[in-house]
Nanobody, 115 residues
Framework: QVQLVELGGGLMQPGGSLRLSCAASGIIFSGNAAGWYRQAPGKLREWVATIAPGGNTNYADSVKGRFTISRDNAKNTVYLQMNSLKPEDTAVYYC?????????WGKGTLVTVSS
């Protein structure tokens, strides 16, 4: 019943910006925590950012000051605005949410940062 769909990935030059979206069905983001994770080839999946139901946000040190997580309750969608992109940001980005102790993941969207 829960489905998360990430959109917005693509190719961007270093220093550029991309905005990822995560549209949800079967779960209400306004009442549940949501976050973004990423996984580069050959590396472990790492946490990027989290937004709590009340709007509190947290970021990994690697993206702090460059990325912004936000939520649009009317659209039941969470976003990740990525600015000042670096080649090391290249990864598949996944949306995750938790409800009643259960984690739900999207399929991921690929972000490639290269000149």
């Amino acid at each position: 019943q829960v489905q998360l769909v990430e959109l917005g990935g693509g190719l961007m030059q270093p220093g550029g910006s991309l905005r990822l979206s995560c549209a949800a069905s079967g779960i209400i983001f306004s009442g549940n925590a949501a976050g973004w994770y990423r996984q580069a080839p050959g590396k472990l999946r790492e946490w990027v950012a989290t937004i709590a139901p009340g709007g509190n946000t947290n970021y990994a040190d690697s993206v702090k000051g460059r990325f912004t997580i936000s939520r649009d309750n009317a659209k039941n969608t969470v976003y990740l605005q990525m600015n000042s992109l670096k080649p090391e940001d290249t990864a598949v980005y996944y949306c995750k949410s938790r409800r009643l102790g259960m984690d739900y993941w999207g399929k991921g969207t690929l972000v490639t940062v290269s000149s």
